[in-house]
Protein backbone atom coordinates (compact mmCIF):
# COMPACT_ATOMS: atom_id res chain seq x y z
CA UNK A 1 0.00 0.00 0.00
CA UNK A 2 2.89 2.69 1.07
CA UNK A 3 4.42 1.57 -2.26
CA UNK A 4 1.57 2.45 -4.78
CA UNK A 5 0.95 5.85 -2.46
CA UNK A 6 4.79 6.55 -2.97
CA UNK A 7 3.97 6.34 -6.70
CA UNK A 8 0.94 8.40 -6.80
CA UNK A 9 2.47 11.02 -5.00
CA UNK A 10 5.44 10.85 -7.73
CA UNK A 11 2.77 11.05 -10.25
CA UNK A 12 1.09 13.43 -8.55
CA UNK A 13 4.14 15.54 -8.16
CA UNK A 14 5.02 14.87 -11.95
CA UNK A 15 1.98 16.43 -13.41
CA UNK A 16 1.12 19.32 -10.65
CA UNK A 17 4.65 20.67 -12.93
CA UNK A 18 2.85 23.27 -14.88
CA UNK A 19 4.81 22.51 -17.83
CA UNK A 20 4.77 18.35 -17.35
CA UNK A 21 1.12 18.91 -16.35
CA UNK A 22 0.10 20.65 -19.68
CA UNK A 23 2.13 18.17 -21.74
CA UNK A 24 -0.33 15.11 -20.11
CA UNK A 25 -3.08 17.11 -20.57
CA UNK A 26 -2.43 17.46 -24.29
CA UNK A 27 -1.48 14.02 -24.58
CA UNK A 28 -4.84 12.30 -22.88
CA UNK A 29 -6.59 14.84 -24.98
CA UNK A 30 -4.80 13.80 -28.32
CA UNK A 31 -5.32 9.70 -27.21
CA UNK A 32 -9.07 10.31 -27.25
CA UNK A 33 -9.40 12.28 -30.12
CA UNK A 34 -7.70 9.62 -32.32
CA UNK A 35 -9.76 6.98 -30.96
CA UNK A 36 -12.84 8.99 -31.88
CA UNK A 37 -11.31 9.49 -35.39
CA UNK A 38 -10.38 5.55 -35.52
CA UNK A 39 -14.16 4.74 -35.24
CA UNK A 40 -14.94 7.14 -37.69
CA UNK A 41 -16.95 4.70 -40.19
CA UNK A 42 -14.79 6.50 -42.93
CA UNK A 43 -11.41 5.74 -41.19
CA UNK A 44 -9.25 2.88 -43.93
CA UNK A 45 -6.73 0.56 -42.63
CA UNK A 46 -3.85 3.54 -44.03
CA UNK A 47 -5.68 5.97 -41.58
CA UNK A 48 -6.61 3.44 -38.65
CA UNK A 49 -2.39 2.55 -38.98
CA UNK A 50 -1.37 6.25 -38.68
CA UNK A 51 -3.72 7.71 -36.18
CA UNK A 52 -2.97 4.45 -34.07
CA UNK A 53 0.88 5.69 -34.26
CA UNK A 54 0.07 9.21 -33.08
CA UNK A 55 -2.38 7.40 -30.31
CA UNK A 56 0.78 5.46 -29.34
CA UNK A 57 3.11 8.71 -29.75
CA UNK A 58 0.56 10.50 -27.29
CA UNK A 59 0.06 7.81 -24.41
CA UNK A 60 4.26 7.36 -24.64
CA UNK A 61 5.23 10.96 -24.52
CA UNK A 62 4.17 11.62 -20.59
CA UNK A 63 5.70 8.16 -19.63
CA UNK A 64 9.09 9.30 -21.66
CA UNK A 65 8.88 12.34 -19.64
CA UNK A 66 8.03 11.04 -15.89
CA UNK A 67 10.82 8.34 -16.45
CA UNK A 68 13.23 10.81 -17.61
CA UNK A 69 12.48 13.25 -15.35
CA UNK A 70 12.44 12.02 -12.22
CA UNK A 71 15.14 9.91 -12.61
CA UNK A 72 17.24 12.67 -13.47
CA UNK A 73 19.39 14.31 -10.63
CA UNK A 74 17.07 17.57 -11.30
CA UNK A 75 13.96 15.40 -10.56
CA UNK A 76 11.38 16.92 -8.18
CA UNK A 77 11.70 13.80 -5.71
CA UNK A 78 13.84 10.94 -5.99
CA UNK A 79 11.16 9.34 -7.71
CA UNK A 80 13.92 6.35 -8.65
CA UNK A 81 11.56 3.40 -8.59
CA UNK A 82 8.66 4.65 -10.63
CA UNK A 83 10.90 6.14 -12.82
CA UNK A 84 12.53 2.59 -13.63
CA UNK A 85 8.58 1.31 -14.10
CA UNK A 86 8.10 3.77 -17.11
CA UNK A 87 11.36 3.29 -18.43
CA UNK A 88 10.42 -0.76 -17.70
CA UNK A 89 7.24 -0.02 -20.18
CA UNK A 90 9.06 1.60 -22.78
CA UNK A 91 11.25 -1.07 -22.82
CA UNK A 92 8.82 -3.42 -22.96
CA UNK A 93 7.23 -1.55 -25.58
CA UNK A 94 10.45 -1.28 -28.02
CA UNK A 95 10.56 -4.87 -27.36
CA UNK A 96 7.15 -6.15 -28.79
CA UNK A 97 7.48 -3.61 -31.83
CA UNK A 98 10.89 -5.30 -32.64
CA UNK A 99 9.18 -8.83 -31.98
CA UNK A 100 5.75 -8.30 -33.95
CA UNK A 101 7.29 -6.36 -36.64
CA UNK A 102 11.06 -8.19 -37.22
CA UNK A 103 11.40 -11.44 -35.10
CA UNK A 104 7.85 -12.68 -35.73
CA UNK A 105 7.70 -12.57 -39.52
CA UNK A 106 10.81 -14.39 -39.65
CA UNK A 107 9.60 -16.97 -36.97
CA UNK A 108 6.47 -17.90 -38.97
CA UNK A 109 7.83 -20.14 -41.57
CA UNK A 110 9.43 -22.04 -38.92
CA UNK A 111 6.08 -22.20 -37.03
CA UNK A 112 4.70 -23.24 -39.69
CA UNK A 113 7.23 -25.68 -41.16
CA UNK A 114 6.74 -23.75 -44.43
CA UNK A 115 9.24 -24.08 -47.34
CA UNK A 116 9.98 -21.36 -49.78
CA UNK A 117 8.23 -21.50 -53.29
CA UNK A 118 10.42 -19.28 -55.88
CA UNK A 119 8.67 -20.92 -59.22
CA UNK A 120 6.79 -23.43 -60.43
CA UNK A 121 3.30 -23.07 -61.70
CA UNK A 122 2.18 -21.84 -58.74
CA UNK A 123 4.60 -19.17 -57.88
CA UNK A 124 4.05 -17.70 -61.96
CA UNK A 125 0.24 -17.79 -60.78
CA UNK A 126 0.92 -15.62 -57.71
CA UNK A 127 3.14 -13.43 -59.81
CA UNK A 128 0.48 -12.50 -62.47
CA UNK A 129 -1.94 -12.04 -60.03
CA UNK A 130 0.23 -9.80 -58.21
CA UNK A 131 0.82 -7.58 -61.32
CA UNK A 132 -2.81 -7.47 -62.00
CA UNK A 133 -3.27 -5.26 -58.58
CA UNK A 134 0.02 -3.64 -59.78
CA UNK A 135 1.74 -5.26 -56.29
CA UNK A 136 5.62 -6.44 -56.02
CA UNK A 137 5.34 -10.01 -56.26
CA UNK A 138 5.46 -11.29 -52.16
CA UNK A 139 7.33 -14.45 -50.91
CA UNK A 140 5.52 -17.54 -51.23
CA UNK A 141 5.40 -20.12 -48.65
CA UNK A 142 3.78 -23.16 -48.66
CA UNK A 143 3.06 -24.20 -45.05
CA UNK A 144 3.30 -28.43 -43.84
CA UNK A 145 -0.35 -28.23 -41.89
CA UNK A 146 -2.94 -30.57 -42.34
CA UNK A 147 -5.90 -27.57 -42.08
CA UNK A 148 -6.77 -25.34 -45.14
CA UNK A 149 -5.18 -22.26 -43.70
CA UNK A 150 -3.73 -19.37 -45.67
CA UNK A 151 -2.74 -15.70 -44.38
CA UNK A 152 -0.44 -12.92 -45.13
CA UNK A 153 2.18 -11.30 -43.95
CA UNK A 154 2.69 -7.59 -44.90
CA UNK A 155 5.64 -4.82 -44.45
CA UNK A 156 9.44 -4.93 -44.93
CA UNK A 157 9.02 -9.01 -46.14
CA UNK A 158 5.83 -9.45 -47.38
CA UNK A 159 4.38 -13.45 -47.80
CA UNK A 160 1.32 -15.52 -48.13
CA UNK A 161 1.72 -18.63 -46.84
CA UNK A 162 -0.52 -21.69 -48.02
CA UNK A 163 -0.86 -24.65 -46.44
CA UNK A 164 -0.78 -28.02 -48.32
CA UNK A 165 -4.25 -28.97 -47.41
CA UNK A 166 -5.29 -25.52 -48.65
CA UNK A 167 -3.45 -27.01 -51.96
CA UNK A 168 -4.65 -30.20 -51.86
CA UNK A 169 -7.96 -29.14 -50.99
CA UNK A 170 -8.65 -26.50 -53.74
CA UNK A 171 -8.65 -26.43 -58.06
CA UNK A 172 -6.52 -23.29 -59.69
CA UNK A 173 -9.00 -21.07 -59.89
CA UNK A 174 -10.39 -21.40 -56.87
CA UNK A 175 -6.12 -20.68 -55.37
CA UNK A 176 -5.87 -18.07 -57.54
CA UNK A 177 -9.34 -16.14 -55.38
CA UNK A 178 -7.39 -17.13 -51.99
CA UNK A 179 -4.19 -15.13 -53.61
CA UNK A 180 -6.36 -12.26 -54.41
CA UNK A 181 -7.67 -11.86 -51.45
CA UNK A 182 -4.32 -12.44 -49.62
CA UNK A 183 -2.84 -9.78 -51.93
CA UNK A 184 -5.22 -7.55 -50.65
CA UNK A 185 -4.49 -7.96 -47.61
CA UNK A 186 -0.55 -7.22 -48.13
CA UNK A 187 -1.92 -4.17 -50.59
CA UNK A 188 -4.14 -2.57 -47.34
CA UNK A 189 -1.00 -3.50 -44.69
CA UNK A 190 -3.87 -5.61 -43.06
CA UNK A 191 -1.48 -8.37 -41.54
CA UNK A 192 0.37 -5.08 -39.88
CA UNK A 193 -2.38 -3.27 -38.50
CA UNK A 194 -3.28 -6.18 -37.00
CA UNK A 195 -0.48 -6.49 -35.22
CA UNK A 196 -0.30 -2.85 -34.21
CA UNK A 197 -4.11 -3.03 -32.89
CA UNK A 198 -2.56 -5.99 -30.70
CA UNK A 199 0.59 -3.81 -29.59
CA UNK A 200 -1.84 -0.45 -29.10
CA UNK A 201 -4.64 -3.05 -26.55
CA UNK A 202 -1.94 -4.23 -24.82
CA UNK A 203 0.22 -0.97 -23.95
CA UNK A 204 -2.83 1.36 -24.13
CA UNK A 205 -6.11 1.13 -21.93
CA UNK A 206 -7.58 3.59 -23.97
CA UNK A 207 -7.42 1.46 -27.04
CA UNK A 208 -9.83 -0.82 -25.77
CA UNK A 209 -12.57 2.03 -26.71
CA UNK A 210 -11.38 1.42 -30.36
CA UNK A 211 -13.92 -0.90 -32.12
CA UNK A 212 -10.84 -2.37 -34.23
CA UNK A 213 -12.61 -5.88 -34.50
CA UNK A 214 -15.69 -3.97 -36.79
CA UNK A 215 -12.61 -2.14 -38.96
CA UNK A 216 -10.62 -5.42 -39.36
CA UNK A 217 -13.46 -7.30 -40.29
CA UNK A 218 -14.44 -4.62 -42.92
CA UNK A 219 -10.93 -5.49 -44.47
CA UNK A 220 -12.00 -8.84 -44.95
CA UNK A 221 -15.03 -7.89 -46.74
CA UNK A 222 -12.51 -5.40 -48.58
CA UNK A 223 -10.52 -8.50 -49.69
CA UNK A 224 -13.18 -10.43 -50.80
CA UNK A 225 -15.13 -7.27 -52.58
CA UNK A 226 -11.24 -7.51 -54.47
CA UNK A 227 -11.80 -10.90 -55.65
CA UNK A 228 -15.51 -10.13 -56.75
CA UNK A 229 -14.13 -7.40 -58.96
CA UNK A 230 -11.96 -9.53 -60.89
CA UNK A 231 -15.70 -11.42 -62.82
CA UNK A 232 -14.14 -14.40 -64.03
CA UNK A 233 -12.78 -15.15 -60.06
CA UNK A 234 -16.49 -14.62 -58.22
CA UNK A 235 -17.93 -17.89 -58.49
CA UNK A 236 -14.24 -19.39 -57.39
CA UNK A 237 -14.42 -17.54 -53.90
CA UNK A 238 -17.70 -19.18 -53.22
CA UNK A 239 -16.90 -22.77 -53.70
CA UNK A 240 -13.61 -22.20 -51.80
CA UNK A 241 -15.25 -20.21 -49.13
CA UNK A 242 -18.09 -23.31 -49.45
CA UNK A 243 -14.82 -26.23 -49.15
CA UNK A 244 -13.45 -24.16 -46.08
CA UNK A 245 -16.95 -24.05 -43.84
CA UNK A 246 -17.32 -27.74 -44.75
CA UNK A 247 -13.89 -28.69 -43.53
CA UNK A 248 -14.61 -26.45 -40.36
CA UNK A 249 -17.68 -27.65 -39.29
ZN1 LIG B 1 -8.53 -12.42 -44.96
Redesign the pocket.
Known amino acids: MDIILYILTCIWTFISNPFYGFVVFLAISLAIATVFAINNRTTNPHKMTRLTYVHLAAIFTPILLFGGHMNCSGGLLACGMPAIISQFILGSFLATIISVYLILPMVYPILYRARRIAEGRLYERLNTLSATLDLKTPKLYVADCGLPI???VSGVRPAVFISVAMLELMKERELDAIFV??LT?IRNS?PNLKSLVSVARLFSPLYMLVRADEILQR??LH??ISVLQISSLSPYLYSAKAKISAVNI
Open positions: SFSHEHTEEAD
